[in-house]
């Protein structure tokens, strides 16, 4: 039984680690600009197929399809950001919905146009297969991969918005957007370079997930509330916040999913609306 | 109203009073209005193959008209609506299979359970920001979602409610296949329950609801109780989005699982803002112009209907704000100010 939750624990953490990677730049996104993106999953599923055909049709290595899966995940984003994205940043959030929706409806239709309604399979690598027994405790080989890449991104993030020139003008801008235009600072570019980041990470998470979550079409509104629910319940711009509401959404729907398969996905929904009413701006959010 | 209770407030009172003048002379029924009922009503006997889409569409309607009275007027957003109607929708369709299959209130059963949950849930809905709103009323539309796919042993799960039996209608009309009943039917329930909200909107609570959303901060220094409003309009359309949901039931005999489905509450949102929101006529004619080119589109080809919908709802966003009838009545007004 105690094994048992521990298994379940660093289960939890894996998924949870995944969820952080694909949030954080929605996270940052919504804290930097305020901009309600419903269609975040999507630039994870480009990611996703990004690495499935290369793997699959092109044998290139899992591990190198992954900063390939940035790139082009980054450079769809960026794309989008300067035609369609950067109009609406004054928007309403309704009507920032609406768009994102009308995205995600067309990354679906297009996916399936291109790859079809079915899900992609994908071998990982044989050294990231099978388990290690670790104090008594199964350990899923990939599972702890994951997290590793997590910690290293986090960390990475970190060093990136603590501690370099970048990271003060992320951080400014969120802060007060006006105040660091007065100060020179081209908040315009900072919300492409930005929006670039979150999309690439984005990416990475989708081809990273796709032995966890699956991919087909439908990935971006299967997973969308999931994103979303990262980014309501750690408050929208911090990444801390992010991180610690990817856990314990991980942690909850996997051990929801092992210990009560009966409630299935109501426990998550629960949790979400439960948590949003002591805290409306999530755990970390500012109050506007 | 007592005359003492707004003498104490004069200054406001009488404008609220101007306020609701202004408001009320639009209660009269204009003759587009009245020719665009008598042309719902004429569809039936003009495309009489188009009876059992025709009464989707009214339902429907309905449905987006409950919409439009929370984000239209009150300036709520929500991503959930479907609870509502689902809620109404396995109510009456619940009532049938166990033994009371009588319409009329069934269908005001089903009204007041939504109108309960709506009751109930609207204080934590209201409360936030536009995010927080979008993710409890997310978060509850697929609560309710999963409960009912999991209570299967009450609802069918995934398999629907099957064996509703819905009876005869005021004890003559039988609900039958060509579904010229059921064409009725909603109708005249669409009918009173639009006239009810027309009334509502044009009322000195449906202008303070218009004050509070162009001013949310302003209507508290009016002495309006913000919360105590928005309770109130989100039970009423919640109730009204119930009544849909249970006319849907009735009228097709089945309830699936999708009645709940965050498709149906995203759809209904498409509906509303091709129409034109706070409008009210602008939720029917975008249900209806939606329901019609998916009938048509989605017949060639689902994947391209799901293309066209989202290229569509980017273009309305981008361009064209109001809908609908928001682009005829800017059309409308350049015309008459060339005229002029």
Redesign the interface.
Known sequence: MLGNLAGVLFDGLAYGSLMFVISVGLSVTMGLMNFVNLAHGAFAMVGGYTCAVLMNRMGVPFLVTLPIAFVVSAVVGTLLERTLYQRLYRASALDQVLFSIGLVFMSIAIATWWFGPTQQPVRLPDFLRGQVRVLGVDLGIYRLFLIAVVVALTAALGWLLERTRFGAQIRAAVDNQRAAEGLGIDVNRVFGFTFALGSGLAGVGGALGIDVLGLDPVFPLKYMVYFLLVVAVGGAGSIKGSLIAAMILGVFDVAGKYYVPEVGAFAIYALMVLLLIPFPSGLYGRTR | MSATGKAAALPASAARASAARSGLAEERWRPAEIAFWALALLAMFAFPGYRVLGSQILITGLFALSLDLI?GYAGI?S?GHAAFFGLGAYTAGLLAVHGWGEPITGLLAGGAVAMLFGFLVSF?VV??????R???T???G??LY??A??ASFLTGGVDGLSGVVTWKLLGMFEFGLVGTVAYLYSFAVLFVCFVVLRRLVHSPFGLSLRGLREGPWRMPALGASVLRMQVKVFTISAGIAGIAGALLAQTTQFVGLEALG?TRS?EV??ML?LGGTGRLYGALVGTAVFMIAQDYLAGIDP??W??W??????V???FA?GGILGGIEMLVARLRGTRR
Request: net charge positive; proline share 0%; hydrophobic share 70%.
């Open positions: 984000l957003v991503l934590i409360r936030g920001n536009d995010l927080t979008l993710m409890v997310l978060g509850i697929l609560m999963e409960a796919n999991k965050f995203a949102l498409i803002v994947v391209y799901q293309f919908i989202g290229l569509l709802l980017v309305i966003v981008m704000r």
